[in-house]
């Protein structure tokens, strides 16, 4: 069936260094991919989407590309504040249902 | 801003017992979904709604499980007998009207230890 998997955290950064977090996926078809975003209390937030191939997500300096030919859907951010703490979920949608990777945590210090 | 809300944020239950998982959706909402994470693990979906029905369910749900929807705004998930694995963070979500691309928004957790 579908999958994702994602780097295994916790990725620890300085403020304003550059963030990479990998994701690649599994699928049969091209699914819509989306990274979601949980601080710590609080529920899963979507951070951003991309529906088809070449197609690039972006909200709040994180950017992600759909990349086909390689199956992934990296995220990244040019410079990361200490508010950016939260653990990282990516995801595709099969049918009408979420499918997750396991969560990447970030940790960035002043 | 609209918001998921789930209640409780944390139930406490002893092996065996029923529990009842609480979410209001957001208000013009006609999808609902339920998904866990055990701690550590990926968040797993469980089961969607639609309609007054179930739409999909994952192998996950099985008949210990039950979702309803009582009323016009509470969406529940229900464990008949609980086991030492359900305990987890239990997650709802719900989407608008919209195709099946459209965000599903999610309510803060509830967290399950079943003792």
């Known amino acids: 069936g579908d999958s994702v998997t994602q780097m295994e955290g916790p990725v620890t950064l300085s403020e304003e260094a550059f963030l990479t977090i990998n994701c690649t996926y599994t699928a049969t078809g091209y699914p819509s991919l989306f990274w979601y975003v949980q601080y710590p209390g609080e529920g899963l937030q979507l951070l951003l989407k991309a529906t088809k191939a070449d197609d690039k997500g972006s909200n709040k300096g994180f950017e992600a590309t759909y990349r086909k030919e390689t199956t992934s859907f990296h995220l990244e951010k040019g410079s990361v504040q200490v508010s950016d703490s939260a653990v990282y979920f990516c995801a595709l949608m099969d049918t009408d249902k979420l499918i997750f990777g396991t969560g990447t945590r970030l940790q960035v210090f002043p | 801003e609209p918001e998921v809300t789930q209640t409780p944020s944390h139930q406490v239950t002893q092996m065996g017992q029923e529990v009842i998982l609480r979410c209001v959706p957001i208000?013009?909402?006609?999808?609902f979904y339920w998904y866990r994470q055990i701690l550590g693990q990926k968040v797993e979906f469980l089961v969607s709604?639609?309609?007054?029905?179930?739409?999909?369910k994952s192998e996950i749900f099985d008949d210990q499980f039950s979702v309803e929807r009582p009323d016009g705004s509470n969406f529940t998930l229900k464990i008949r007998s609980t086991k030492l694995e359900d305990s987890a963070m239990y997650f709802c979500?719900?989407?608008?009207?919209?195709?099946?691309?459209?965000?599903?928004?999610f309510g803060p957790g509830t967290r399950l230890t079943v003792l």
């Open positions: 709604f639609y309609n007054n029905e179930i739409s999909e």
């Open positions: 979500a719900s989407r608008g009207r919209q195709g099946a691309n459209n965000e599903q928004f």
């Open positions: 208000s013009n909402h006609l999808y």
